[in-house]
């Protein structure tokens, strides 16, 4: 009996958390027509998020648990999670987004998307590279075929082929709907994405285009460069063990823990995000 009692606090404090979890945040009333940014990693996908919340959109970028979360429900088929998020955000980048556009623009019929590209898709690779190599990560095979580059070129490569072939064949019949940008354009970008999007007063914006999350934002220190890896580490590997607890066993209290945090975690951050101005 005392053992029963012992195993029934986590349980409980599950439901707590879920509780509380429901009372930080509720979908907002009004959000504008959604825009889904659907280009692969290293494509400027953070650019041009920035962007969107220059344009006070509701964004949801690459957040680290919760997008590792999202990512694992994606590659288990289990969607409720990402379509969960939708309710609060208005603007969409990063994975697993990209081959979610299929279900969003069913789901939502006035739904625009934005297929960010490279102008060189050698470019693109050597960018996958250095991103790729900064540390091991088991969802990199879902999307590229591969979890590192070094040896897997073409089927890195052939990866982002057929993600821009597709989504082509897929808005073929609906070119009201999709638009493609090349980051490397710059400041041309803001015609392209104004189409989608909505700019104030239907003009285009008179500053630079954002330029975020580039090569030179990683180089750092050795100290904190090397402590950003580290919590990589420890980050991946809790993710990727929790994961594999969740969706191939593992004990029902510790995975009724992790649904009631995850969901905690995730009202919390969208308690707390709010658009960025713009001026």
């Known amino acids: 009996m005392r053992y029963a009692r012992a195993a029934l606090i986590p349980l409980l404090l599950s439901c707590l958390l879920l509780l509380a979890a429901r009372l930080i945040a509720q979908p907002p009333t009004s959000l504008r027509p959604k825009i889904f940014v659907i280009g692969l990693s290293k494509t400027g996908t953070s650019s041009i998020g920035d962007a969107l919340a220059l344009l006070r959109y509701k964004r949801l970028g690459w957040k680290d648990i919760r997008s590792r979360h999202l990512v694992h429900t994606w590659a288990n088929g289990d969607f409720r999670a990402l379509i969960n998020q939708t309710r609060y955000f208005d603007a969409f980048e990063d994975l697993p987004w990209p081959f979610m ?5 069913e789901m939502y019929p006035d739904a625009k998307f934005v297929l960010s ?28 075929g591969a979890t590192e580059v070094d040896g897997h070129e073409e089927v890195v490569v052939q990866s982002y082929r057929n993600h821009t072939e597709n989504v082509r064949a897929y808005f073929r019949e609906r070119p009201e709907r999709y638009a493609e940008l090349v980051i490397d354009d710059g400041d041309k970008n803001w015609e392209v994405l104004c189409r ?10 008179s500053i630079p285009f954002p330029k975020s999350n580039t090569a030179a934002h990683w180089q750092q220190g050795s100290v904190v460069g090397n402590l950003h890896v580290l919590w990589g580490w ?6 990727e063990m929790s994961a594999e607890s969740y969706y191939k066993g593992g ?14 975690y995730y009202k919390a951050m969208i308690a707390t995000a709010e658009p960025l101005a713009f001026k």
Do not use: I
Request: with cysteine; proline share 2%; glycine share 10%.
């Open 117 to 144: 590209l490279r102008r060189d898709e050698r470019v693109w690779l050597e960018s996958m590279r250095r991103h790729v190599g900064r540390g091991s990560w088991q969802a990199y095979g879902y999307f590229y």
């Open 251 to 264: 004990w029902a209290v510790v995975n009724g823990s992790l649904d009631a945090c995850s969901e905690l």
């Open 101 to 105: 556009y299929q279900q969003m623009a």
């Open 196 to 205: 989608m999007a909505d700019c104030a007063g239907g003009r285009v914006p």
């Open 234 to 239: 420890f980050v991946t590997r809790v993710e």
